[in-house]
């Protein structure tokens, strides 16, 4: 046998080992890790969240098209990870790599943001192997829809605020019910900059609209607004209420 075919066959070898190795012990790291949570997460969203959160909400995760939640794989993860690597970017190239991948896994990560407020319950102990095992369990028995509904209602929106609506009465002094796309756009930013505080609205006005504009761009994009609504929408004031910069979280309504 030549030596480039011995070569050939060893990384065939390794190949086959590395993928039967994976194929046994990632359903064992899943099967474990949901062991170190008491509970999985429960939809019990009774507070009805409007579309335009859910159209909102997917275009800040960078979702294209409609709603959608894929299982987790083992190939979906390392991907995901490989996104999230590219946030140490800076810049327009930070965002703009950054969305180009998370487009393909907008829902998982949805799913990771919720099965990180779900493990947090639990203590630090309970540790990462938890958080994408429960992702991976949403990933698989929830729709998109629920995820992002869970997501609205439980979600950290910053200042203390958890939840679309004591976001929507604590920024806007409005309750979601009656948010506007404008509205929706600022908070579904909010939420995954929640302790940002070049992302405040009350300190950085500007910033905060740039963010805002952004999600309504999106959202026209995956055909949640026309046209002319999100002319409309892009054209509306920034609506937070009156408070003054401050370092401190503003008293809650």
């Not at 590219?86 to 180009?100: F, T, Y």
């Not at 609205?152 to 806007?172: C, E, K, M, V």
């Not at 006005?205 to 046209?227: F, I, Q, S, W, Y």
Request: net charge positive; aromatic share 6%.
């Amino acid at each position: 046998m030549r030596r480039n075919e011995r070569y050939v066959l060893f990384v065939l070898g390794v190949a086959v080992a590395v993928a039967v190795a994976g194929a046994l012990l990632l359903p064992g790291f899943y099967f474990v890790g949901l062991t170190l949570v008491p509970e999985k997460p429960q939809a019990t969203t009774f507070l009805s969240i409007p579309e335009v959160v859910r159209a909102a909400l997917w275009a800040d995760l960078s979702g294209d098209g409609p709603i959608r939640l894929k299982p987790i794989t083992p190939w979906s993860f390392v991907q995901l990870r490989i996104c999230r690597a590219l946030a140490s970017r800076s810049g327009q190239a930070k965002r703009e790599a950054k969305e180009a991948c998370l487009r393909q896994h907008a829902g998982i990560v949805a799913a990771d943001d919720l099965a990180k407020i779900h493990v947090a319950k639990y203590g630090f102990a309970v540790g990462g192997l938890a958080q994408v095992a429960t992702a991976a369990w949403v990933t698989r028995n929830w729709t998109g829809k629920m995820t992002l509904d869970e997501l609205a209602s439980q979600g950290d929106f910053g200042h203390g605020w958890r939840g679309i609506d004591q976001a929507a009465l604590g920024y806007l002094g409005k309750h979601a019910d009656i948010l506007a796309a404008a509205d929706a756009a600022l908070l579904a930013a909010l939420i995954r900059r929640p302790q940002a505080a070049d992302h405040d609205p009350w300190c950085r006005p500007t910033e905060a609209l740039d963010l805002r504009n952004h999600v309504l761009r999106r959202m026209e994009e995956n055909g949640a607004l026309t046209k002319e609504a999100l002319s409309s929408a892009l054209q509306a004031p920034l609506g937070i209420l009156d408070r003054r910069c401050a370092q401190a979280a503003p008293a809650r309504d």
